[in-house]
């Protein structure tokens, strides 16, 4: 004897289809709102990375301490508020990794190469600054990828 019949919980079929629906408009809406956020996140990266390098770079003991400051303070403040927005983007896993690892190669040789040798040289660090943040801004200009919720 099968079960099949339907019962009062059952969904009719344009219920179902309702239901579905709402549920694709739900995911549209919300991969919009984490696309926006990880390019919101990206763009501020850029902002920060230019700062800190001209920083660095150009305002000698006192610049490099606060340039050095900058970075984890911003990564704190970035940790908190991706912590608060509650949308996992999947964008965060593939091309954010390879925006951070090219960041973090551009922002490293910039240092080593400008450090002390180009200190106070705004002709190599106002360049540096920019191309370390080519990454960030890249990724973030990005269109989403369909199918993908971030």
């Not at 579905?20 to 501020?44: E, Q």
């Not at 850029?46 to 990564?75: D, E, K, Q, R, Y």
């Not at 999947?90 to 080593?112: D, E, H, P, Q």
Request: charged share 10%; net charge positive.
């Amino acid at each position: 004897m099968s079960n099949d019949a339907p019962t009062a919980t059952t969904p009719t079929p344009r219920e179902a289809a309702a239901a579905l629906d709402l549920a694709a408009r739900s995911t549209a809406r919300t991969a919009g709102i984490g696309h926006r956020w990880v390019r919101s996140l990206l763009l501020a990266w850029a902002a920060m990375t230019i700062a800190v390098v001209l920083l660095v770079g150009l305002g000698g003991i006192p610049g490099i301490v606060i340039g050095s400051l900058i970075g984890p303070l911003f990564g704190g403040t970035i940790a908190i508020w991706a912590a608060r927005q509650g949308i996992r983007a999947r964008s965060l896993n593939g091309r954010y990794l390879l925006a951070v690892v090219l960041w973090a190669v551009l922002y490293g040789a910039t240092l080593v190469l400008g450090l002390p040798a180009q200190a106070g040289n705004l002709a190599y660090w106002l360049p540096a600054a920019l191309v370390t943040a080519v990454p960030m801004v890249a990724v973030a200009l990005l269109p989403r990828h369909a199918g993908r919720t971030a």
